[in-house]
């Protein structure tokens, strides 16, 4: 008679994990070794605190995406007015920058507050989940998540831009550069935060230096008088129209908005530290403000002494967009002697990595907002689980798949891209400073007014500069894409997120009910064990050898006859070996309907008082390939059976193709 177990009392500790006995000693997959070899050795869990960030490295990690924008914003401005108003484009640069600097101001001051009281990352989702609710939180998430997908393929594809204006033999092969760009910055990143920011961290700064030397430079040429005006009408260059008279010099206000939504795509990218605190070393929120500031300041300086030496050459953009206007800027400042080359060159080498690194973003921060989502049960579960290097692996692969998809549809063209781009950043931006005001105006913090005035000032102008976004690049005059695509996308993808998100509840719902009461639940009286027996051989010796491990009440060997003369053959050589201790059972199956068959035997044995486990043997191959050449009965006949109640199935599994095989004795 069977005692059951004392309940243990509800104070004593749960469980905690066995580590496994060092004697152990396994053989790793070939898979695993692989991605040794590749990886590095993979981090424990308790090594995460030792990946955090230092604010240097942090800044090259978070930045890129922001501090890139410099390379094409100025030249979004540009490429919208000169066609319209020609010269007099070059007298609405610099209000449309200062603009834009002013709205970024507000984003940085807006997004200080996000750090502080959100520190455990996030951004945008977790801050409307907080205060709007979990289904606006979900229109920030995709709106956000699909942005960063658009940055990393704006990124390399502008990357390449810069790369073919230097070399334009390389041209012809500007979509395979560009997904070779992702692949490698998807690669650094499966490799750890802390590698990628090594990796990373040189050639921000690099570019940076390269930018600070062009506008030193190009300012004291200007002081001094040595710096040409450039003409706007060169073979190749978009055509210019003619100026007027008025404060917006003859251009309509649709013309200047679209300008100005264009040139929003230089303040995108504010929002990435936001949502990465926790890679921050501690104080990690005080490191974070501090980065976003530096970040915010670097950006802000560089675009408008862009913009500033734009506006007094006349430097205006090609139609094809290359050589793009910070090369020909570059040329010009350096000028054509021995020094200048080797300066120019390091300007469009800088250029090309930090474009290409401002995927780096969002590669540090599209993975951990899809483990928000997946976390909430609106995403794949998948994308929770921290892989070999303590990174969102699944995440990453995610986001490189999607974007490469995205660079080879528009051949890595960064003006079918860029309407794309920045409206669904900019959704987010208005959530999440909607949702900080929210925030104030419920705790009443210390300082909340002030707070409640920043971020209500940073909501008006994101709503701003997204409404203009959506109106100006629906539809793109000649293009094919336009805001319209993520408009329509977003709430397509929300309402997908929400049917996996009632399918992952229903599945919870269903699994944790009466589940104490079915743990306890008394035993039944009879256990009975089929092997399916399809032929004498290894694998199905090896299964009844493990079901006689079982002890059951009744132990027999069942063989659905599809085949008369085979199940013939089977019984004689059953006959002949002497298996006493092993019943064979042969179903007449004349219409060849395996899976009945062994469902009508198991239902036969099922009486409410009988628990039936049918044991299948399963042969595994060591090859791919292998597999095809054998079918899956077994797995439909699992499926099926499974579905009665109290049966039960259990593959034995027997590897073929190995060395050393274990004895089994039948």
Same mark, same amino acid.
């Given at each position: 008679?069977?005692?059951?177990?004392?309940?243990?009392?509800?104070?004593?500790?749960?469980?905690?994990?066995?580590?496994?006995?060092?004697?152990?000693?396994?053989?790793?997959?070939?898979?695993?070794?692989?991605?040794?070899?590749?990886?590095?050795?993979?981090?424990?869990?308790?090594?995460?605190?030792?990946?955090?960030?230092?604010?240097?490295?942090?800044?090259?990690?978070?930045?890129?995406?922001?501090?890139?924008?410099?390379?094409?914003?100025?030249?979004?401005?540009?490429?919208? @007015?000169? !066609? *319209?108003?020609? /010269?007099? $484009?070059? =007298?609405?640069?610099?209000? +449309?920058?200062?603009?834009? &600097?002013?709205?970024?101001?507000?984003?940085?001051?807006?997004?200080?507050?996000?750090?502080?009281?959100?520190?455990?990352?996030?951004?945008?989702?977790?801050?409307?989940?907080?205060?709007?609710?979990?289904?606006?939180?979900?229109?920030?998430?995709?709106?956000?998540?699909?942005?960063?997908?658009?940055?990393?393929?704006?990124?390399?594809?502008?990357?390449?831009?810069?790369?073919?204006?230097?070399?334009?033999? @390389?041209? !012809? *092969?500007?979509? /395979?550069? $560009?997904? =070779?760009?992702?692949?490698? +910055?998807?690669?650094?990143? &499966?490799?750890?935060?802390?590698?990628?920011?090594?990796?990373?961290?040189?050639?921000?700064?690099?570019?940076?230096?390269?930018?600070?030397?062009?506008?030193?430079?190009?300012?004291?040429?200007?002081?001094?008088?040595?710096?040409?005006?450039?003409?706007?009408?060169?073979?190749?260059?978009?055509?210019?129209?003619?100026?007027?008279?008025?404060?917006?010099?003859?251009?309509?206000?649709?013309?200047?908005?679209?300008?100005?939504?264009?040139?929003?795509?230089?303040?995108?990218?504010?929002?990435?530290?936001?949502?990465?605190?926790?890679?921050?070393?501690?104080?990690?929120?005080?490191?974070?403000?501090?980065?976003?500031?530096?970040?915010?300041?670097?950006?802000?300086?560089?675009?408008?002494?862009?913009?500033?030496?734009?506006?007094?050459?006349?430097?205006?953009?090609?139609?094809?967009?290359?050589?793009?206007?910070?090369?020909?800027?570059?040329?010009?400042?350096?000028?054509?002697?021995?020094?200048?080359?080797?300066?120019?060159?390091?300007?469009?080498?800088?250029?090309?990595?930090?474009?290409?690194?401002?995927?780096?973003?969002?590669?540090?921060?599209?993975?951990?907002?899809?483990?928000?989502?997946?976390?909430?049960?609106?995403?794949?579960?998948?994308?929770?689980?921290?892989?070999?290097?303590?990174?969102?692996?699944?995440?990453?692969?995610?986001?490189?798949?999607?974007?490469?998809?995205?660079?080879?549809?528009?051949?890595?063209?960064?003006?079918?891209?860029?309407?794309?781009?920045?409206?669904?950043?900019?959704?987010?931006?208005?959530?999440?400073?909607?949702?900080?005001?929210?925030?104030?105006?419920?705790?009443?913090?210390?300082?909340?007014?002030?707070?409640?005035?920043?971020?209500?000032?940073?909501?008006?102008?994101?709503?701003?500069?997204?409404?203009?976004?959506?109106?100006?690049?629906?539809?793109?005059?000649?293009?094919?894409?336009?805001?319209?695509?993520?408009?329509?996308?977003?709430?397509?993808?929300?309402?997908?997120?929400?049917?996996?998100?009632?399918?992952?509840?229903?599945?919870?719902?269903?699994?944790?009910?009466?589940?104490?009461?079915?743990?306890?639940?008394?035993?039944?009286?009879?256990?009975?064990?089929?092997?399916?027996?399809?032929?004498?051989?290894?694998?199905?010796?090896?299964?009844?050898?493990?079901?006689?491990?079982?002890?059951?009440?009744?132990?027999?060997?069942?063989?659905?006859?599809?085949?008369?003369?085979?199940?013939?053959?089977?019984?004689?050589?059953?006959?002949?070996?002497?298996?006493?201790?092993?019943?064979?059972?042969?179903?007449?199956?004349?219409?060849?309907?395996?899976?009945?068959?062994?469902?009508?035997?198991?239902?036969?044995?099922?009486?409410?008082?009988?628990?039936?486990?049918?044991?299948?043997?399963?042969?595994?191959?060591?090859?791919?390939?292998?597999?095809?050449?054998?079918?899956?009965?077994?797995?439909?006949?699992?499926?099926?059976?499974?579905?009665?109640p109290h049966a039960n199935v259990t593959f034995v599994p027997y590897h073929l193709g190995t060395e050393h095989q274990p004895e089994v004795h039948a």
């Amino acid at each position: 008679m069977q005692t059951a177990t004392p309940r243990q009392p509800e104070s004593v500790a749960p469980p905690k994990p066995i580590p496994l006995a060092p004697s152990i000693d396994l053989p790793e997959r070939r898979r695993y070794r692989l991605k040794n070899a590749l990886l590095g050795q993979p981090l424990h869990t308790d090594q995460l605190v030792h990946e955090r960030l230092g604010k240097p490295t942090a800044l090259a990690v978070f930045a890129s995406d922001n501090l890139s924008s410099v390379a094409y914003g100025t030249e979004e401005i540009i490429t919208h @007015l000169v !066609p *319209y108003i020609g /010269l007099a $484009a070059f =007298a609405m640069v610099m209000p +449309i920058t200062i603009a834009l &600097l002013v709205v970024l101001g507000f984003l940085i001051l807006s997004y200080r507050q996000t750090i502080k009281a959100y520190p455990s990352a996030g951004g945008a989702y977790i801050v409307t989940r907080d205060n709007f609710g979990l289904l606006p939180a979900q229109v920030a998430g995709v709106a956000l998540l699909t942005d960063y997908v658009l940055t990393v393929a704006v990124s390399v594809a502008a990357g390449t831009a810069a790369l073919t204006s230097a070399a334009s033999a @390389l041209t !012809p *092969y500007a979509v /395979l550069i $560009a997904v =070779a760009f992702i692949v490698i +910055i998807a690669f650094g990143n &499966l490799r750890g935060v802390k590698e990628s920011g090594r990796i990373f961290a040189v050639p921000t700064y690099f570019f940076i230096a390269t930018m600070v030397a062009l506008l030193v430079v190009g300012f004291s040429r200007m002081f001094f008088g040595h710096l040409p005006v450039q003409s706007i009408h060169k073979p190749g260059m978009i055509p210019a129209g003619h100026g007027g008279n008025g404060f917006l010099m003859g251009a309509t206000l649709f013309v200047v908005l679209r300008a100005f939504a264009s040139g929003g795509a230089a303040v995108t990218g504010v929002e990435a530290i936001s949502n990465g605190v926790p890679a921050f070393r501690r104080p990690e929120w005080k490191n974070a403000r501090s980065t976003l500031v530096v970040m915010g300041s670097t950006l802000g300086a560089m675009f408008f002494g862009l913009s500033w030496l734009d506006a007094h050459l006349h430097v205006n953009a090609y139609a094809k967009g290359t050589p793009t206007v910070i090369s020909q800027i570059g040329k010009v400042v350096f000028g054509s002697g021995p020094l200048g080359h080797v300066l120019y060159f390091a300007l469009q080498a800088g250029t090309t990595l930090i474009l290409v690194l401002a995927a780096n973003t969002s590669f540090a921060d599209f993975p951990r907002l899809a483990s928000f989502h997946a976390g909430d049960n609106f995403m794949p579960k998948q994308l929770t689980k921290r892989g070999h290097r303590l990174v969102f692996s699944n995440g990453i692969l995610a986001l490189s798949a999607a974007s490469i998809f995205l660079v080879v549809i528009t051949q890595a063209k960064v003006d079918r891209l860029i309407p794309l781009y920045a409206i669904g950043v900019f959704t987010s931006f208005t959530l999440s400073q909607a949702g900080m005001a929210r925030h104030h105006i419920k705790e009443k913090e210390e300082g909340w007014r002030r707070g409640l005035f920043i971020n209500a000032t940073g909501a008006v102008l994101s709503l701003v500069v997204d409404v203009i976004i959506a109106i100006t690049k629906f539809k793109p005059a000649g293009a094919i894409l336009g805001a319209w695509v993520i408009i329509v996308l977003v709430p397509i993808m929300v309402y997908a997120l929400t049917r996996l998100n009632k399918q992952y509840e229903a599945e919870a719902a269903e699994l944790e009910g009466d589940a104490k009461a079915a743990a306890e639940a008394p035993i039944l009286r009879r256990h009975v064990v089929l092997v399916l027996v399809d032929g004498l051989d290894r694998s199905t010796a090896r299964a009844m050898q493990y079901a006689r491990t079982l002890t059951p009440d009744d132990l027999r060997a069942v063989h659905v006859a599809y085949d008369a003369d085979h199940a013939e053959k089977l019984a004689e050589e059953w006959r002949r070996l002497g298996l006493a201790r092993f019943p064979l059972e042969l179903v007449d199956c004349p219409d060849r309907r395996i899976t009945r068959g062994v469902l009508e035997v198991v239902a036969e044995a099922l009486d409410g008082q009988t628990e039936v486990t049918v044991l299948i043997p399963r042969r595994e191959y060591r090859r791919f390939w292998h597999r095809l050449l054998h079918d899956r009965t077994a797995d439909s006949i699992a499926s099926a059976v499974s579905q009665l109640p109290h049966a039960n199935v259990t593959f034995v599994p027997y590897h073929l193709g190995t060395e050393h095989q274990p004895e089994v004795h039948a």
